[in-house]
């Protein structure tokens, strides 16, 4: 009876191994893929900006695996935490990925700032933004400043964001979904193009969304950028 008890277990056990199995190539999978596109997008980013964008993966990785945990996708659960391990291992080593210097080239996206497309409408359009951002308080710094960042070059002179971190979030994420207005990573021009009350800026994705009233103002600003 012991015997018979034990042979009916058998295809069980097999269907708990297929099933394992195929949830390890699935993580394993994923895990592959995410580290590889990473290690390729790093060899197109200089150095003392990859440290930012590889956290700014991790932290998307983090907020997806929250969710995962509520849904008790356990497959997924499995694959972000696993995929988090190499990119912190990534965040440690980068220095041993060769950085790529680009050719010369007329592409317009770039992790230095922020790329604005219309050029006949430029400085009526920006001095309108510097004006509605200083006057609602979110800025305080000169026009060229502001202006800097949407010059396709490095910035030396940053815009001083005097508000919240997430009101500056929510402002580069609305701010990159016009048409007119291009960049590579804008989590990456975020950091290189703002400050917030003077302070270098390290995250700024994992933010949450503003106030209701914040989220108003600022789409009635960019309305009319």
């Known amino acids: 009876m012991i015997n018979e008890f034990f042979k009916n277990l058998e295809p069980i056990v ?25 290690k390729k997008e790093l060899a197109h980013i200089d150095y003392p900006e990859r440290e930012a964008f590889i956290k700014q993966q991790i932290s998307e990785q983090e907020l997806a695996l929250i969710e995962k945990r509520r849904a008790f996708q356990h497959t997924a659960i499995e694959a972000l935490t696993k ?10 080593h980068h220095q041993g990925i060769q950085y790529i210097k680009p050719l010369p080239t007329t592409e317009s996206k770039t992790t230095h700032s922020f790329v604005y497309l219309n050029n006949r409408e430029f400085t009526d359009c920006l001095k309108s933004l ?12 000169p026009f060229g400043n502001l202006s800097s960042i949407f010059q396709k070059e490095k ?7 005097i508000a919240s971190k997430r009101s500056l979030k929510y402002f580069v994420d609305k701010l990159c979904q016009k048409e007119s207005v291009q960049c590579k990573n804008k989590w990456v021009c975020a ?15 994992k933010e949450k969304l503003p106030s209701d009233s914040e989220v108003q103002k600022i789409n009635s600003i960019l309305s009319k950028f």
């Open 14 to 38: 097999d269907k708990l191994s297929e099933i394992q199995q195929d949830r390890d190539v699935r993580v394993n999978r994923y895990v592959k893929q995410k580290t590889s596109w990473l």
């Open 83 to 92: 995929s988090n391990l190499e990119l912190r291992h990534i965040l440690e």
């Open 191 to 205: 950091s290189n193009c703002f400050t917030i009350v003077g302070q270098s800026i390290d995250i700024l994705g």
């Open 130 to 141: 510097h004006n509605n951002l200083s006057k609602e308080g979110y800025i305080d710094s």
């Open 155 to 161: 910035v030396n002179k940053k815009v001083n964001w």
